[in-house]
C-alpha cells in the first residue's frame, strides 16, 4: 500500500505582492501562529491581510492548507488554485495543491501538480515522493518507480520511497530488491510495524523461514493489517513453547478461511508439544476440523471456554516453532471431507458428459487490492472451455447473475453450474464436491487451500508479485503436495495471456489421479461453560470487563488485563473482554451529564453501539479496567464514564472500577471545574472502586468518594508466570523503555547517555513490543534513538508476555517513563529508574513501592545523573530492589481490586 502524500513543511514563500508595514506585521504574526499549531489565530491573522489585499498569494495558499489540515479538501483547492493563478511559478503552491488533489482522489491531476512542481524546483524531493504515490495509486508502476528512485536520490533517507520501492518491488515480484529497500528502512526506522511486516513477506516469499516467521509476529501492530483482523479479547498469556507440554492451549483462529485452513496443517505438530490443544476456527470449518484433528478439540470461533484453558496462540505464529525449514512442510493432505457428502457429488457428476470434471474460480482476496490483483477476467479462460474435454464445475462463491450469464456464453455445454452449492457458506458441501473434481482451476482464493488441504491437484493462477505464501522460483507449493503454480510474469492483460498459455500447455498431460479416502474420528464440539460457571439457573456468570488492555500498548497492559481475566474466572465467572481498542472509539457519545442522563442521548447511543449495549444488558457483573484510562476529557475516558453510567443507571448492573488512577483534570485539584464534577456525579453511581496508589485515592477521597485501596493487577500477573527474579544484576544490559516525555523535554540528554553508555562499552536495549496495537510512541522512540544515537542500542522486541518480563528481569538497570515497566522490574528484583508521567501516578507508585529515589529528576545534567544512578545501583543493588515486606503487602492490595466478587 502506497503511503499517504505529504504536506509540504514550508510555509513561508516570498511574496508576489508587496505588503504595508502594518498588514505584513500581521501577515508574519499569523505564519508565526500557523507554525504554532494556532491554527485560528493564523486564519484571522491572514483573513485580515486579505480583506486588505485580496490577492496576496501567500495568505490564499497558506489558508488553503488549513483548510487541507481540517479536511475541507474543496475549500483548499479554491485557496491555493487562487494563489497559483497569481503566481503559477511557486514550487510549493503546486506541490501543495498535488496533496490535495490525491486527497480528492484526483489522481492523475494530482501527477501533474508534482510534475509542474519539479518543473519549477528540479531538487525538489518531496514532490518526487508523492509523485511515486500518487502514479501508483493509478496503479501505473513503471512510471511509479523512477519517481521514487529521483527521491532517493535526493534524499537516501527518504522512508516513503524507500517504503513505497519495496512494496512495488514486491508487486512486481523482484524479491530481492524489495527486501533490500525494506531492510533501509528498518535501519531509519527500526520499530516500524509495517515495515516488519513488508520484510517478512519478501523473506517468505524468499523461503527464508525463520526469519520471515519472526518478522510475521509484528502484524498484531501493523495498521494495515488490524484494518481487516481487528484484536478480539482471550484473557490468556501467549503460550511459550517451552513451558506447554503440560499445558491445555488454545489456537485462535485469524485473517480468512484460506489463512485458517493453511495454518490448520501446522496443529498436528504443534499438538504434539502441547498437554491438551484446543483449535479455534471459522463456524464454516467446525465440522470439518473436527473429523480432521482428532487429537485436539475442535470450537467455533468465540466459543471457547478460556476457564479450560492456560495459554493461547494465534494460528499464524504456529509455524513460527514447527515449519522452519523445507523439510518440516509435509504437504499431504490433512483435511477429509464429509464421506456421504461426497458419494450424493459423485453421483451427480457421474451424470455430466464428459470424462474429467473441472472446478474453477476466478476471484479471491478480501481487501480492493487483493481482489483487483488476483482475479482474472473471465475472457481469458475462454480458449480453455472450448478446448477440453471437460465439464468445469463453477466454484467461485457468490457468483453474480452477470456472471452467470457471461459463463454460459464462453463455456456453453462445458459449463455445470450448481444453483444449490452456496459456495461461501456451506463449507462442508463445497469441500466435498472439491473431493470429487479430478482438477482444480482457480484464481488465489480459499478454494485452492481448500483443494490442496483435500490433497485434490489444483492448479494456482498467480498475478506477477503474488502473496509471501508461494516461494519465489518453484511451480510447486510447500504447503500443499497437490498443487502446482502457474505464474504472471506480467501485469495486466498480457500477464494473465502468458498465465493460460501455460495452463493450456500443460491440460494434454494432465492425468487423473484416484485419491484415496482418509478415515477421521469423529469427536463432538467443547461446550463452552463449566458446570462450576454456572449459577443456581444452569446460566453462566458473566462478567463484562470493559477496557481490556490484554491486547493494547505494551505487554505491562498486557500482563495487567490477563491478571483481571484470571482473577475472575477464579471466582467462577465467564469473562468476555471489551478491548480498549473498541472502547476509545466509541459514537455517540454525549457531552455532559447533563447529557448523560437524557433518554433521547441513551437512544441515540443505542442506535450506534447495540452490540455493547446487548453485552450490558447480558452481564451479571459490569467491571472496568480503569488502568490510567479515565482522567482528562479524551474520548476514552468520556466513553467509559458513559458506559459506567448507563450499566448501573440504565440496565441495572453491579458495576465495578477497579486497578484504577484517576485525575479528573489531570492532577491540577480543582473540585469545582465542570469535568470533576462529572467524574464525581458518574463515580457516586458505581457499586465499588478500587484505587491502585495513593495520590488517586486521596484525590477521589477528597471528592467524598467510598474507595478502597488496592494495586496495579500487574504483580498478580509477574507471581503466577514463574519469571524468576534478576540474578544479573551487574551483568545486564541497560533497558531503555520509551516514553514521549524524554522526547519533549529531555531529548538531548538521554541521547548524551545513551552514547556515553555504549563508548563505555555496555549493552543498550530499546525494548518495545506488544500483543497489538503498540505504542506509538515505542516506535518513534526507537526511531529517534536510531537517528541520534545510531548503532548505541539494540532494539529488543519482545513477542510474548514472558519475553518481556524476562528481558526486565535480565537487566543490570530499567530506565522507563512506565508505570507498568517499573512495577514490573521493582517485583523482578531490576533496580529502576522512572521519568515523570501526563499525569502524578508515577509519584502515586513510588509512593507505594516505598522507593520516592526511583524518581528521575529532570533539568540540565541528566545524562550525569543517570550515569551516576547507574553506579550507585549497581554498587549497592540491594538499596534499589523492593523489599520483601512492601511486595507483600502490595500483592495483598492488589487482590483487593477482587474483594467484592
Same mark, same amino acid.
Given at each position: 500500500?502506497?503511503?499517504?502524500?505529504?504536506?509540504?513543511?514550508?510555509?513561508?514563500?516570498?511574496?508576489?505582492?508587496?505588503?504595508?508595514?502594518?498588514?505584513?506585521?500581521?501577515?508574519?504574526?499569523?505564519?508565526?501562529?500557523?507554525?504554532?499549531?494556532?491554527?485560528?489565530?493564523?486564519?484571522?491573522?491572514?483573513?485580515?491581510?486579505?480583506?486588505?489585499?485580496?490577492?496576496?498569494?501567500?495568505?490564499?495558499?497558506?489558508?488553503?492548507?488549513?483548510?487541507?489540515?481540517?479536511?475541507?479538501?474543496?475549500?483548499?483547492?479554491?485557496?491555493?488554485?487562487?494563489?497559483i493563478?497569481?503566481?503559477?511559478?511557486?514550487?510549493?503552491y503546486?506541490?501543495?495543491?498535488?496533496?490535495?488533489?490525491?486527497?480528492?482522489?484526483?489522481?492523475?491531476?494530482a501527477?501533474?501538480?508534482?510534475?509542474?512542481?519539479i518543473?519549477?524546483?528540479?531538487?525538489?524531493?518531496?514532490?518526487?515522493?508523492?509523485?511515486?504515490?500518487?502514479?501508483?495509486?493509478?496503479?501505473?508502476?513503471?512510471?511509479?518507480?523512477?519517481?521514487?528512485?529521483?527521491?532517493?536520490?535526493?534524499?537516501?533517507?527518504?522512508?516513503?520511497?524507500?517504503?513505497?520501492?519495496?512494496?512495488?518491488?514486491?508487486?512486481?515480484?523482484?524479491?530481492?530488491e524489495?527486501?533490500?529497500?525494506?531492510?533501509?528502512?528498518?535501519?531509519?526506522?527500526?520499530?516500524?510495524?509495517?515495515?516488519?511486516?513488508?520484510?517478512?513477506?519478501?523473506?517468505?516469499?524468499?523461503?527464508?523461514?525463520?526469519?520471515?516467521?519472526?518478522?510475521?509476529?509484528?502484524?498484531?501492530?501493523?495498521?494495515?493489517?488490524l484494518?481487516?483482523?481487528?484484536?478480539?479479547?482471550?484473557?490468556?498469556?501467549?503460550?511459550?513453547?517451552?513451558?506447554?507440554?503440560?499445558?491445555?492451549?488454545?489456537?485462535?483462529?485469524?485473517?480468512?478461511?484460506?489463512?485458517?485452513?493453511m495454518?490448520?496443517?501446522?496443529?498436528?505438530?504443534?499438538?504434539?508439544?502441547?498437554?491438551?490443544?484446543?483449535?479455534?476456527?471459522?463456524?464454516?470449518?467446525?465440522?470439518?476440523?473436527?473429523?480432521?484433528?482428532?487429537?485436539?478439540?475442535?470450537?467455533?470461533?468465540?466459543?471457547?471456554?478460556?476457564?479450560?484453558?492456560?495459554?493461547?496462540?494465534?494460528?499464524?505464529?504456529?509455524?513460527?516453532?514447527?515449519?522452519?525449514?523445507?523439510?518440516?512442510?509435509?504437504?499431504?493432505?490433512?483435511?477429509?471431507?464429509?464421506?456421504e457428502l461426497?458419494?450424493?457429488?459423485?453421483?451427480?457428476?457421474?451424470?455430466?458428459?464428459?470424462?474429467?470434471?473441472?472446478?474453477?474460480?476466478?476471484?479471491?482476496?478480501?481487501?480492493?487490492?487483493?481482489?483487483?490483483?488476483?482475479?482474472?477476467?473471465?475472457?481469458?479462460?475462454?480458449?480453455?472451455?472450448?478446448s477440453?474435454?471437460?465439464?468445469?464445475?463453477?466454484?467461485?462463491?457468490r457468483?453474480?447473475?452477470?456472471?452467470?450469464?457471461?459463463?454460459?456464453?464462453?463455456?456453453?455445454?462445458?459449463?455445470?453450474?450448481?444453483?444449490?452449492?452456496?459456495?461461501?457458506?456451506?463449507?462442508?458441501?463445497?469441500?466435498?464436491?472439491?473431493?470429487?473434481?479430478?482438477?482444480?482451476?482457480?484464481?488465489?482464493?480459499?478454494?485452492?487451500h481448500?483443494?490442496?488441504?483435500l490433497?485434490?491437484?489444483?492448479?494456482?493462477?498467480?498475478?506477477?508479485?503474488?502473496?509471501?505464501?508461494?516461494?519465489?522460483?518453484?511451480?510447486?507449493?510447500?504447503?500443499?503436495?497437490?498443487?502446482?503454480?502457474?505464474r504472471?510474469?506480467?501485469?495486466g492483460?498480457a500477464?494473465?495471456?502468458?498465465?493460460?498459455?501455460?495452463?493450456?500447455?500443460?491440460?494434454?498431460?494432465?492425468?487423473?489421479?484416484?485419491?484415496?479416502d482418509?478415515?477421521?474420528?469423529?469427536?463432538?464440539?467443547v461446550?463452552?461453560?463449566?458446570?462450576?460457571?454456572?449459577?443456581?439457573?444452569?446460566?453462566?456468570?458473566?462478567?463484562?470487563?470493559?477496557?481490556?488492555?490484554?491486547?493494547?500498548y505494551h505487554?505491562?497492559?498486557?500482563?495487567?488485563?490477563?491478571?483481571?481475566?484470571?482473577?475472575?474466572?477464579?471466582r467462577?465467572?465467564?469473562v468476555?473482554?471489551?478491548?480498549?481498542?473498541?472502547?476509545?472509539?466509541?459514537?455517540?457519545l454525549?457531552?455532559?451529564?447533563?447529557?448523560?442522563?437524557?433518554? #433521547?442521548?441513551?437512544?441515540? %447511543?443505542?442506535?450506534?453501539?447495540?452490540?455493547?449495549? /446487548?453485552? @450490558?444488558? *447480558?452481564?451479571?457483573? !459490569? $467491571?472496568?479496567?480503569?488502568?490510567?484510562?479515565?482522567?482528562?476529557?479524551?474520548?476514552?475516558?468520556?466513553?467509559?464514564?458513559?458506559?459506567?453510567?448507563?450499566?448501573?443507571s440504565?440496565?441495572?448492573?453491579?458495576?465495578?472500577?477497579?486497578?484504577?488512577?484517576?485525575?479528573?483534570?489531570?492532577?491540577?485539584?480543582?473540585?469545582?471545574?465542570?469535568?470533576?464534577?462529572?467524574?464525581?456525579?458518574?463515580?457516586?453511581q458505581?457499586?465499588?472502586?478500587?484505587?491502585?496508589?495513593?495520590?488517586?485515592?486521596?484525590q477521589?477521597?477528597?471528592?467524598?468518594?467510598?474507595?478502597?485501596?488496592?494495586? #496495579?493487577?500487574?504483580?498478580? %500477573?509477574?507471581?503466577?508466570?514463574?519469571?524468576?527474579? /534478576?540474578? @544479573?544484576? *551487574?551483568?545486564?544490559? !541497560? $533497558?531503555?523503555?520509551?516514553?514521549?516525555?524524554?522526547?519533549?523535554?529531555m531529548?538531548?540528554?538521554?541521547?548524551?547517555?545513551?552514547?556515553?553508555?555504549?563508548?563505555?562499552?555496555?549493552?543498550?536495549?530499546?525494548?518495545?513490543?506488544?500483543?497489538?496495537?503498540?505504542?506509538?510512541d515505542?516506535?518513534?522512540?526507537?526511531?529517534?534513538?536510531?537517528?541520534?544515537?545510531?548503532?548505541?542500542?539494540?532494539?529488543?522486541?519482545?513477542?510474548?508476555?514472558?519475553?518481556?518480563?524476562?528481558?526486565?528481569?535480565?537487566?543490570?538497570?530499567?530506565?522507563?517513563?512506565?508505570?507498568?515497566?517499573?512495577?514490573?522490574?521493582?517485583?523482578?528484583?531490576?533496580?529502576?529508574?522512572?521519568?515523570?508521567? /501526563?499525569?502524578?501516578?508515577?509519584?502515586?507508585?513510588?509512593?507505594?513501592?516505598?522507593?520516592?529515589?526511583?524518581?528521575?529528576?529532570?533539568?540540565?545534567?541528566?545524562?550525569?545523573?543517570?550515569?551516576?544512578?547507574?553506579?550507585?545501583?549497581?554498587?549497592?543493588?540491594?538499596?534499589?530492589?523492593?523489599?520483601?515486606?512492601?511486595?507483600?503487602?502490595?500483592?495483598?492490595?492488589?487482590r483487593?481490586?477482587?474483594?467484592?466478587?
Amino acid at each position: 500500500m502506497s503511503k499517504k502524500p505529504k504536506k509540504s513543511g514550508k510555509k513561508s514563500i516570498k511574496n508576489a505582492v508587496v505588503l504595508p508595514p502594518e498588514f505584513q506585521s500581521v501577515f508574519n504574526q499569523a505564519l508565526a501562529h500557523h507554525q504554532q499549531g494556532q491554527l485560528q489565530q493564523a486564519v484571522d491573522g491572514y483573513s485580515q491581510v486579505l480583506s486588505h489585499e485580496p490577492n496576496h498569494p501567500d495568505s490564499l495558499h497558506l489558508v488553503g492548507l488549513i483548510f487541507q489540515s481540517s479536511g475541507d479538501l474543496l475549500q483548499a483547492q479554491e485557496y491555493i488554485q487562487r494563489a497559483i493563478k497569481l503566481n503559477p511559478k511557486v514550487a510549493g503552491y503546486q506541490y501543495n495543491h498535488g496533496v490535495v488533489l490525491q486527497g480528492l482522489e484526483k489522481h492523475s491531476e494530482a501527477v501533474e501538480a508534482y510534475r509542474l512542481a519539479i518543473r519549477l524546483k528540479p531538487d525538489y524531493a518531496q514532490a518526487y515522493e508523492n509523485l511515486g504515490v500518487a502514479l501508483q495509486d493509478l496503479d501505473n508502476i513503471k512510471a511509479a518507480l523512477p519517481a521514487y528512485e529521483q527521491a532517493l536520490k535526493l534524499n537516501p533517507k527518504s522512508q516513503i520511497a524507500l517504503k513505497n520501492l519495496g512494496t512495488l518491488y514486491f508487486k512486481i515480484g523482484k524479491t530481492p530488491e524489495s527486501l533490500q529497500h525494506f531492510d533501509k528502512a528498518l535501519a531509519l526506522n527500526p520499530a516500524d510495524p509495517e515495515l516488519h511486516m513488508k520484510r517478512s513477506g519478501s523473506l517468505l516469499r524468499m523461503g527464508q523461514w525463520t526469519e520471515g516467521w519472526q518478522e510475521y509476529r509484528w502484524r498484531f501492530s501493523a495498521p494495515t493489517f488490524l484494518e481487516n483482523n481487528p484484536v478480539r479479547s482471550f484473557g490468556l498469556p501467549h503460550a511459550e513453547m517451552n513451558k506447554i507440554a503440560n499445558q491445555r492451549v488454545l489456537i485462535s483462529c485469524e485473517q480468512g478461511l484460506g489463512d485458517e485452513v493453511m495454518f490448520a496443517s501446522c496443529a498436528n505438530d504443534f499438538a504434539e508439544h502441547a498437554g491438551q490443544c484446543t483449535l479455534e476456527c471459522d463456524p464454516r470449518l467446525v465440522q470439518m476440523f473436527t473429523r480432521s484433528f482428532p487429537s485436539v478439540s475442535v470450537v467455533a470461533k468465540n466459543s471457547f471456554d478460556a476457564n479450560t484453558l492456560d495459554c493461547r496462540i494465534s494460528a499464524g505464529d504456529l509455524p513460527h516453532y514447527v515449519r522452519n525449514k523445507d523439510a518440516d512442510f509435509r504437504g499431504a493432505a490433512y483435511l477429509c471431507a464429509d464421506t456421504e457428502l461426497r458419494g450424493a457429488w459423485r453421483e451427480r457428476l457421474s451424470a455430466l458428459s464428459q470424462p474429467l470434471k473441472i472446478g474453477f474460480s476466478w476471484r479471491g482476496g478480501a481487501e480492493t487490492r487483493a481482489v483487483a490483483a488476483r482475479s482474472i477476467d473471465l475472457k481469458y479462460w475462454k480458449p480453455l472451455f472450448k478446448s477440453l474435454n471437460a465439464n468445469f464445475v463453477n466454484l467461485q462463491y457468490r457468483t453474480s447473475p452477470q456472471e452467470l450469464a457471461e459463463l454460459a456464453e464462453i463455456a456453453g455445454d462445458t459449463l455445470c453450474h450448481f444453483d444449490d452449492l452456496d459456495a461461501f457458506n456451506d463449507i462442508e458441501a463445497l469441500a466435498a464436491l472439491i473431493s470429487e473434481l479430478d482438477l482444480v482451476i482457480s484464481a488465489d482464493n480459499a478454494t485452492v487451500h481448500l483443494a490442496g488441504a483435500l490433497g485434490v491437484p489444483v492448479w494456482i493462477l498467480l498475478p506477477e508479485g503474488p502473496e509471501r505464501r508461494w516461494v519465489d522460483g518453484r511451480d510447486d507449493s510447500v504447503w500443499y503436495n497437490s498443487a502446482r503454480l502457474f505464474r504472471s510474469s506480467a501485469t495486466g492483460s498480457a500477464g494473465w495471456s502468458n498465465v493460460f498459455k501455460g495452463v493450456f500447455g500443460q491440460c494434454n498431460d494432465f492425468e487423473p489421479k484416484a485419491l484415496s479416502d482418509l478415515e477421521f474420528d469423529d469427536q463432538g464440539v467443547v461446550n463452552r461453560y463449566s458446570v462450576s460457571q454456572c449459577d443456581s439457573t444452569g446460566l453462566p456468570k458473566l462478567a463484562l470487563l470493559l477496557n481490556d488492555t490484554s491486547d493494547w500498548y505494551h505487554w505491562g497492559c498486557s500482563g495487567t488485563s490477563l491478571a483481571i481475566h484470571a482473577a475472575l474466572r477464579e471466582r467462577n465467572y465467564v469473562v468476555e473482554g471489551v478491548p480498549i481498542a473498541r472502547t476509545c472509539q466509541l459514537q455517540g457519545l454525549p457531552n455532559s451529564f447533563e447529557e448523560f442522563e437524557l433518554d #433521547d442521548a441513551f437512544l441515540r %447511543f443505542q442506535s450506534v453501539n447495540a452490540q455493547l449495549c /446487548n453485552q @450490558l444488558a *447480558a452481564a451479571d457483573v !459490569v $467491571v472496568i479496567n480503569g488502568e490510567g484510562s479515565l482522567h482528562g476529557q479524551n474520548a476514552t475516558a468520556l466513553g467509559l464514564l458513559y458506559l459506567a453510567y448507563i450499566a448501573k443507571s440504565r440496565f441495572g448492573k453491579f458495576v465495578q472500577l477497579i486497578n484504577h488512577s484517576c485525575y479528573p483534570d489531570d492532577g491540577l485539584g480543582n473540585k469545582e471545574s465542570p469535568l470533576v464534577n462529572l467524574y464525581a456525579q458518574v463515580y457516586r453511581q458505581l457499586d465499588f472502586i478500587a484505587i491502585r496508589e495513593g495520590v488517586s485515592l486521596r484525590q477521589m477521597s477528597a471528592l467524598g468518594l467510598k474507595c478502597q485501596q488496592s494495586f #496495579d493487577c500487574l504483580p498478580l %500477573f509477574i507471581d503466577a508466570s514463574g519469571i524468576e527474579p /534478576n540474578t @544479573l544484576l *551487574a551483568g545486564g544490559p !541497560v $533497558v531503555l523503555a520509551g516514553s514521549v516525555i524524554w522526547q519533549q523535554s529531555m531529548g538531548a540528554e538521554i541521547v548524551d547517555f545513551v552514547k556515553t553508555l555504549h563508548a563505555s562499552g555496555r549493552r543498550i536495549q530499546l525494548l518495545l513490543g506488544a500483543s497489538a496495537h503498540m505504542a506509538a510512541d515505542d516506535i518513534s522512540f526507537a526511531q529517534w534513538i536510531q537517528a541520534q544515537a545510531p548503532g548505541c542500542a539494540e532494539l529488543c522486541y519482545a513477542a510474548t508476555e514472558a519475553e518481556w518480563l524476562s528481558a526486565i528481569a535480565n537487566a543490570s538497570m530499567l530506565i522507563s517513563g512506565r508505570f507498568h515497566h517499573s512495577i514490573a522490574a521493582a517485583f523482578l528484583g531490576t533496580p529502576f529508574v522512572v521519568c515523570e508521567s /501526563n499525569t502524578p501516578k508515577i509519584g502515586g507508585l513510588l509512593e507505594m513501592l516505598q522507593m520516592p529515589d526511583a524518581a528521575v529528576p529532570q533539568g540540565d545534567g541528566l545524562s550525569e545523573r543517570l550515569m551516576a544512578m547507574l553506579a550507585e545501583r549497581e554498587k549497592v543493588p540491594s538499596g534499589f530492589i523492593l523489599k520483601s515486606e512492601v511486595r507483600n503487602s502490595l500483592l495483598a492490595a492488589a487482590r483487593n481490586n477482587f474483594s467484592q466478587f
